[in-house]
């Protein structure tokens, strides 16, 4: 169906959204054609600001409770006013967007008023307005008295539904039917006397395979031949005899009227429609003559439009130049020669209607500016051919500086099927910046400015996301629709801010390297000096290092910067003396108050939040402070933080607060002081993205687009975390460079948990030994004890007691197969080494780290095996029953699981060796499966290296056929790792060029991530959950279960606290989002696009359990990318509430019932489930609280929680988030389990502060009546070997990898300053888990104490290299103690107390 879709998209509509995509007759008025003169062109030009009448958003108005549309369909209904004896037709119509409300008016009153035989009542319905019941009720009523129902793009599958449900028992009483490019259920109503659409999507189409084999032939450019189709069949059909060909014929030329839009085509169809086809219309006919409907006369295809052109359109560029530089330009004050120049794009629909007062307001801003414009447009859905044919000199060189896009939509296809890959490179050929700005489509201005969350989810969906992975950037709202006319009006403060970062992004290409200034911004989280140049995972300086080397290079002026990290890091943190002696940073700038006020539009919005100016924050009492250091024409320079991290009252707020003065003075500073012509932030990542705002679809009020104004930005983020650079790229307006993570290794084992696996070694060759075997049980039972390993092995035996003599074989091989289990985990457990430097690819070791991991996975869509599972089968073993024996601690198993995976290490290492130098780096991959050597040592017998490795570890009957696809699989994956491109992309950015998108995500579940240094994107939002996240979501619930039961004598839990995050879900497709559905007992449906937007009940008989209640708390970063999925689930949880099933196998019934009747609302108001923060606000601040010791006690953070968290979004009111705290209370008050997902090894739960900050486990026990506090369960998904785990064993398995293991701290002090940090960050976060759950044993605080503060050479190397972060280590011991989650020896406080007063002298310099 999908290519059907395509084909009546494509033989209608320059988008399948705009219901004005129109084909219409036009002939240009002489007052166009005579435009020529100057006195036309020059006021003109001017501004087109007078465009709009009025400002919209003046006017404040409702968000329609909760409706993004708050229309009425009431002023769409026409009457006639005189019908005279006359037949009366009834048409009903509905359409996405109001566009057509004047024309089809325009059209019935046109008829009302000229024909003798008949008189049109006509009604039409906006589709998003039937989401309201009364609306809907009425829209029924109309329905069932009409003549003839009227559809277009009716494309969100719930409403789709709706539509279907209502017309479908009415369509045999309908005269006739007409459905343009909708979803299929709505297609297949179509019924114009004999022709129907019923079988469409249903079965093999002849049409569809001969679209299919066409799109192989010649690519997109089949479009444009459907267009012709469109054009010449109702020509054809003329001639044909049968009725049927007729009643196709007439669709056809419906089809046509519609696209053409303007109140003559409209006219022409419901004339049509009424003398052939409406009964007592055709009685009144009889004996008259037919009134002939006109053909419509046509556009070209394809051209470029200028506004005031005296042709209305040029076919090709030679003509336009002709006429607009020699005549326009001189005229309007442009010189051709030197003006930047802007491609833009245009929806051949508005051009039609003449609906084009949007497009002509921004052309004329860009012109104003001095900017040359080339508009195109066109008839189809793939712009790449007028791209290609208008964008090009005759000699091949662009024309154009950057390319804006007004429609919105991907560039080739539209939003029904997209080529991005095809996109992307046509793009690439041209290489200059892409913008896509978003005209509204279902919201009015006012709409959109009183929504807090911004643009409507569906078009975020269509216009945002799926743009962005073309490579667009920018989403700026710049047009909307006239409330009374439907007619588009651009908003003049966005046309402007368009019209200004366009030209600045043409800058960038244009300005020579040596006269740019470019800021690059770095971060200080949380606000302290020894934190300054915080990254996820990045080694900030050295990277800074690189950049700067990089500039130099390619001819920018740096000034006397030094190319050395710690002569770079001085100099923004001071000199060596100041560092230690002054907490002030560098000062780069004082900037008095009445400059501040003169130079900030908005400074005197911040005094609600933070007073007048310069307030406590960045000032100095007199003046506002800009941090940071300029060299030449770079400035280095340190972002203020949100400025409320220590205040207990602003972390409780439910909305966060705006940003406080300084941080408003470090962006007026940027661009109007040291006028950066871009901006760089540099890692993940800083506050400007998340300062309050609407969620997608900045206005003018909103913060992160009053700060970035503007400024050009390019952002450094990490790979792994697509959804907060989505954040960054949609509410700051950033083009993202993606940089790779430390590649993952080992964590491997160390002091006593490597003498215990050298004690099982030796077990394993002497277990049949009875004086040797025994003895080596005690010392491993010993030994285990020492290493705190009793927590996560109950069948430890006690020490005291155990005497392994005394004990069976069997018996000593269960313990020691558990031991061996458990110190395998944790050895196998991956691990981020060290930090990244940007332009620095991964060593060939490090490479190999990578390379297992990826090999360890099965991606059965690409029909690969993983590496394990191939070397299993050799031995006749299936690598999950190996998995499942190891997990339970069978000894055989744990040790054949050992051995496979040092044989996959083994096999890798061999592949990398081929195309590792002799400096132990990778330059060139060599091709390992096709070279001449290969063909010469098959015929010897000889084996393949990696195959040869397997077999030298102990599996000769390995398949080497079989092994393959994976290799050709990896030496793939090896060029990605050791390609880079980080300081490339940056550069592109900078240098005003397009830089290529890609995935974001785990490298190791997904390599396209690789290589890095591009525009990173997240995924289209409606694609998931995949079917593969779903099977894998089936499975990890029933362990979880399972892992339940086990625990509660078999009965299951009633209710589950889940977390979902955005980038999880972006990294897994959907999993926990599929876990959270499959709890519940309901699966998600594909609709007939493939879009997952639909659910359905799963029968309790084939559940075979009761369904479980779910609390979903989603963070802040999955609420602005996945809202739809938010819809999706409270439908789900709702439809489950709702079903008439025993309370004892429907706990969401059963509690929904019970909170309806406490809370006194209804049952369905009840089942609300899914909370987040209020739009534009992010996190509990649990965590912002607990790294800067804001906080009194834990009842501070529950508040907390329980305020920003209690947002409940609701799918009957989609257009907000509401503040539900009692219901949030109530929900959460019958937990039994929380529940969160670790998904990647790069984050896992001491590494950030996320985790924590988002679990409610003791928030839980404050609320339940008995106040027990509910089980803490971790899903480990990070292997093939998935797991589920208590709280407790998750966090002991972090410490013992991560914050106690030497290969970590010893990786990351040799990074130096920021390695100390990285260390305390972990310590902190660790305490974090304490705080908000009590999960944390009182070992992991004490051997950490031994490991850096005990250990006096560590404590000096701590306290040498950043001694502010190692006095925050020492405040992190001081206060896990004083507040109780440590207990230790006096001797260990008071020497704590000491360094900490050392540690402030040497800061103070005393």
Known sequence: FKVAAAALLTMGSATAWQPSSKISTFVPSRTVQQRKNSHAVASYSKSSLNMVLADPTKKQMSSGGGMFTASNSESRRVMPENPGGRPTMKVVYVVLESQYQSSMTGAVKRINAGSENMAVECVGY??????????????????????????????????????????????????????????????????????????????????????????????????????????????????????????????????????????????????????????????????????????????????????????????????????????????????????????????????????????????????????????????????????????????????????????????????????????????????????????????????????????????????????????????????????????????????????????????????????????????????????????????????????????????????????????????????????????????????????????????????????????????????????????????????????????????????????????????????????????????????????????????????????????????????????????????????????????????????????????ISSYQGLRENEGRGPAIVNSIVSTSWTCNLDKDIPELPNLETYDAANDSTENRDMIVGKVYSQIMQIESRLLPCGLHTVGVPPTAEEAVATLVNIAQLDRPEDKIESLPRVIAASIGRDINDIYRGNNNGVLADVELNDKITEASRAAVRALVGQSTDSNGRVKEVKSVLDEVGNFFGGLFGQKKPWTQAIINAGFPKVEEERLVPLVGYLEFCLKQIVANNELGGIMELLNGKFLMPAPGGDPIRNPDVLPTGRNMHALDPSAIPTQAAVEVSEKVVEKLLDKLKAENNGAYPESIAFTLWGTDNIKTYGESLAQVLALVGVRPVADSLGRVNKVELIPLEQLGRPRIDVVVSCSGVFRDLFINQMNLMDRGIKMAAEADEPSEMNFVRKHAIQQAEELGVSLREASCRVFSNSAGSYSANVGLAI????????????????????????????????????????????????????????????????????????????????????????????????????????????????????????????????????????????????????????????????????DLEMQKRLMDTNPNAFRDMVTTFLEANGRGYWDTTEENIQRLQELYAEVEDRIEGI
């Open 126 to 759: 906006l589709l998003e307005e039937l989401r309201d019941d009364e609306t809907f009720a009425q829209f029924q009523k109309d329905v069932a008295s009409a003549n003839v129902f009227i559809g277009s793009l009716i494309f969100v599958q719930e409403l789709a539904e709706k539509v279907a449900e209502v017309v479908t028992p009415l369509r045999d009483q309908l005269d006739a039917v007409l459905i343009f490019p909708s979803m299929p259920e709505v297609m297949r109503l179509n019924k114009v006397g004999k022709f129907t659409m019923k079988n469409l999507g249903q079965s093999k189409s002849v049409v569809a395979d001969f679209m299919k084999k066409k799109k192989q032939e010649d690519g997109s450019s089949f479009e444009e031949g459907m267009l012709k189709l469109l054009r010449t069949l109702p020509k054809v059909l003329k001639f044909l005899p049968s009725d049927k060909a007729a009643d196709a014929r007439t669709f056809m030329m419906s089809f046509q009227y519609w696209l053409g839009g303007s109140p003559e085509n409209l006219e022409s169809m419901l004339v049509m429609l009424g003398q052939d086809y409406v009964e007592p219309i055709m009685k009144n006919m009889e004996g008259k003559k037919k009134v002939e409907a006109a053909e419509p006369i046509l556009l070209p295809d394809k051209a470029i439009w200028h506004p005031v052109a005296p042709k209305f359109v040029f076919e090709n560029n030679s003509d336009y130049f002709e006429w607009y530089n020699k005549e326009f330009c001189p005229d309007a004050g442009i010189n051709p020669k030197t003006a930047p120049t802007i491609g833009i794009i245009l929806q051949k629909s508005h051009i039609n209607t003449k609906d084009d007062t949007h497009y002509v307001s921004l052309i004329a801003e860009l012109e104003s500016r001095g900017a040359r414009v080339v508009p195109i447009y066109s008839g189809g859905l793939d712009f790449s051919g007028p791209i290609e044919e208008y964008f090009y000199d005759a000699a091949g060189r662009p024309i154009v500086d950057t390319i804006v896009n007004l429609t919105g939509f991907a560039l080739v296809g539209g939003p029904a099927s997209q080529d991005h890959a095809k996109a992307a490179k046509v793009l690439k050929r041209l290489n200059k910046p892409y913008m896509c700005a978003v005209p509204l489509v279902f919201q009015s201005f006012e709409e959109w400015q009183a929504s807090e969350l911004g643009l409507h989810p569906v078009q975020v969906a269509l216009q945002v996301s799926l743009p962005e992975i073309d490579g667009a950037i920018e989403p700026i709202i710049f047009a909307g629709r006239e409330g009374a006319t439907g007619r588009s009006v651009p908003l003049a403060d966005r046309v402007n801010l368009l019209a200004d970062r366009a030209m600045k992004w043409a800058t960038l290409g244009s300005k020579p390297a040596k006269d740019k200034k470019i800021a690059i911004t770095i971060f200080s989280f949380p606000p302290d000096k020894g934190n300054v140049g915080t990254a996820a995972y990045l080694d900030v300086f050295d990277s800074i290092k690189a950049v700067l080397k990089q500039m130099k290079s390619e001819g920018y002026d740096i000034g006397d910067a030094p190319m050395e990290k710690e002569a770079i890091m001085e100099a923004v943190l001071n000199d060596p003396e100041a560092r230690i002696s002054s907490p002030e940073l560098n000062v780069a700038y004082r900037m008095s108050t009445d400059e501040y006020y003169d130079l900030t539009p908005y400074a005197k919005d911040l005094e609600e939040n933070w007073g007048p100016a310069p307030g406590n924050l960045n000032s100095d009492g007199q003046n506002l402070v800009v941090y940071g250091k300029q060299f030449g024409n770079v400035f280095i320079g340190v972002q203020p933080t949100f400025g409320y991290e220590g205040d207990p009252m602003r972390l409780l707020f439910a909305k966060s607060a705006s940003p406080h003065h300084g941080f408003a003075a470090y962006y007026t500073f940027l661009e109007k002081i040291f006028k950066a012509d871009a901006v760089l932030h540099f890692g993940t990542h800083g506050s400007l993205e998340f300062m309050p705002g609407k969620q997608v679809g900045m206005s003018g009020t909103c913060y992160p687009d009053r700060l970035i104004s503007s400024l050009p930005s390019a952002y450094l983020y990490a790979a792994n975390n697509p959804s907060e650079a989505t954040i960054a790229k949609r509410r700051s307006y950033s083009a993202t460079v993606s940089y790779l993570t430390p590649p993952a290794e080992n964590a491997g084992l160390y002091k006593g948990l490597k003498e215990l696996k050298e004690l």
């Open 1187 to 1350: 790294e800067n010791g804001g906080w009194e006690d834990e009842a501070q953070l529950q508040d907390q929680f329980l305020t920003r968290k209690g947002f409940a979004f609701n799918a009957d009111k989609p257009g907000m988030m509401e503040s539900q705290a009692d219901l949030f209370k109530a929900a959460l008050k019958t937990v039994d389990v929380t529940f969160q997902n670790l998904d990647s090894s790069e984050i896992s739960i001491t590494d950030v502060s996320h985790y924590y900050d988002s679990d409610p486990t003791k928030v839980v026990q404050g609320l339940r009546d008995d106040k027990k506090k509910p089980m803490s369960l971790m899903a480990d998904t990070t292997t093939a070997n998935a797991q589920v785990r208590t709280l407790a064993e998750t966090v002991r398995l972090d410490a013992r990898t991560k914050l106690l293991n030497p290969k970590f701290y010893e990786g990351m002090l040799s990074t130096g300053y920021e390695g100390v940090r990285e260390i305390q960050k972990r310590l902190r976060n660790t305490m974090g888990w304490s705080a908000t759950a009590g999960e944390v044993d009182n070992f992991v605080f004490e051997d950490a104490n031994s490991v850096f503060i005990e």
